[in-house]
């Protein structure tokens, strides 16, 4: 019959084929899960659509380096590292009972957070949720902490008359 035979099929110069006239499975590379070839041996088509079963989270939108490649670790970080340096720093503040002081600067990070996310394209590891999900979360947060800051007895810089009605009566002084 023409030349050697193998389990799988007859011999070519590329090697062993199946019945299908495709390469034996083990000749196949194979470079990332979605071309793994299929039952049958065959590569499956590349595709961009995402697979029926996710076995991975996707990085956010947004998540790639702040900085080329080749940078140090902290340089492509910076926009994280530039949020918790400004919020450390208001924790330290705090600590040394400047209490407004400190709690505005950690609502500036976080609205600064924010900001950042919405402006620029790659925030790194500040990208945590979606671009929305991140704006939203980052820049209520910030709002309220300042907006509490600000609230913060005693002088109190901003008051706001309905939350004295709602606390005159919520508590009651007898």
């Given at each position: 019959?023409?030349?050697?035979?193998?389990?799988?099929?007859?011999?070519t110069p590329e090697g062993p084929e199946t019945p299908g006239g495709h390469e034996a499975p083990e000749d196949l590379t194979v470079r990332d899960p979605i071309s793994a070839p299929d039952a049958e041996g065959r590569p499956r088509r590349v595709t961009?659509?995402?697979p029926l079963f996710t076995?991975?989270?996707?990085?956010?939108?947004?998540?790639?380096?702040?900085?080329?490649?080749d940078a140090p670790a902290p340089a492509r970080q910076w926009p994280v590292l530039a949020v918790l340096g400004l919020a450390g720093l208001g924790l330290l503040i705090t600590a040394f009972g400047q209490f407004?002081?400190?709690?505005?600067?950690?609502?500036?990070?976080?609205?600064?957070?924010g900001a950042m996310r919405w402006l620029l394209p790659d925030v790194g590891m500040l990208a945590v949720r979606s671009r929305f999900t991140d704006i939203v979360t980052y820049g209520l947060l910030g709002t309220v902490i300042v907006?509490?800051?600000?609230?913060?007895?005693?002088?109190?810089?901003?008051q706001i008359p309905f939350l004295k009605d709602t606390l005159h009566f919520t508590v009651t002084n007898e």
């Open positions: 019959m023409g030349g050697p035979e193998t389990p799988g099929g007859p011999e961009r659509r995402f076995r991975d989270t996707a990085r956010p939108e947004g998540g790639g380096r702040a900085a080329p490649g407004r002081l400190g709690t505005l600067l950690i609502g500036a990070a976080l609205l600064g957070g907006l509490l800051a600000l609230m913060a007895q005693p002088d109190p810089l901003l």
